[in-house]
């Protein structure tokens, strides 16, 4: 096998959110009802967002810019025990892409109002998607060691060990 | 504003599935029932894997590969106007990161197993998520223009528009 050339991407806006260290954030919007911020798109970009008013929660992916370098093996805050970095939603991940569902409160020219955040304040944007329940919402019938863990994840916050490296 | 600087990621992998051209694709998941596939993962990631196989669902983040330039306005195949590239799941974005949740059939080794496959054969792996309903599903009240066309989407097949540029 060949080594795949590398991929170059460069961000669309920034994310402004309460959250200036890892250490006591939630670790899924499911976590951060009511965490209200913003992403501000950079001006070349502003006419990509006509008509995504009309719904009501995006996907965000954005780049985990204060990561730790990748490792293959984590314990999750949910868990005790060391999991597969792709069986969890760890930012310590070969291609550090965090994605997050928000709500959409409004937008207004090169800034979108948003609620339900869970990413660090100055998150570098990739990519904003609409969320539409028929492509994006599943009944996961097996969630292997979330099985346990999933209730718990509003009460859970991140400490430090995935703070920067 | 300055300039972010870009950022660089490596694929984990590759995307094997039935379709090698973008024209008559499907354009979701959920059109894509029963299309089986797997992902080679990269012998140096392949540790990354564990824990994975007791999830029914996965998340796959993937390059578009062969996605035209970016445009910052698309008429989508669900549509006949055109709307802002955020508004839509168009392959033409600034940073082409595609999203698709499918069923994980079975791990062996490096290879996963997959069903529900929607992108080319032969499209770079970004990243692989866990599906966890808890966290990734939500009923969206609006879904803007995709309102009156979410329920065709297991009709429509890609077409010409988002070939090659």
Redesign the interface.
């Known amino acids: 096998?060949t080594t795949?050339p590398?991929?170059?991407?460069?961000?669309?806006g920034?994310l402004h959110t309460p959250f200036n260290e890892p250490a006591g954030m939630p670790i899924?919007?499911?976590g951060a009802r009511g965490v209200c911020g913003t992403a501000e798109l950079?001006p070349e970009?502003v006419?990509?967002?006509?008509?995504?008013?009309?719904?009501?929660?995006i996907?965000l992916?954005y780049?985990f810019h204060r990561a730790p370098a990748p490792r293959?093996?984590v314990t999750p805050f949910l868990d005790t025990e060391a999991?597969?970095?792709?069986?969890?939603?760890a930012p310590a991940?070969?291609?550090p892409?965090g994605?997050s569902?928000v709500r959409l409160l409004r937008c207004e020219g090169a800034t979108l109002y948003l609620e339900n955040l869970d990413m660090l304040d100055g998150t570098?944007l990739?990519?904003?998607?609409?969320?539409?329940?028929?492509?994006?919402?599943?009944?996961?019938?097996?969630?292997?060691?979330?099985?346990a863990a999933?209730?718990r994840?509003a009460q859970i916050r991140a400490d430090e060990r995935f703070g920067e490296s």
Chains 1, 2 share one sequence.
């Open positions: 096998m795949p590398p991929i170059l991407y460069h961000p669309i920034v899924q919007p499911s950079y970009f006419a990509g967002l006509r008509d995504l008013a009309g719904f009501s929660h996907i992916l780049h293959l093996s999991r597969g970095i792709f069986a969890t939603r991940r070969p291609n892409i994605l569902i570098p990739l990519d904003i998607k609409p969320y539409v329940s028929a492509f994006d919402s599943f009944v996961a019938e097996r969630t292997g060691w979330l099985e999933e209730g994840v």
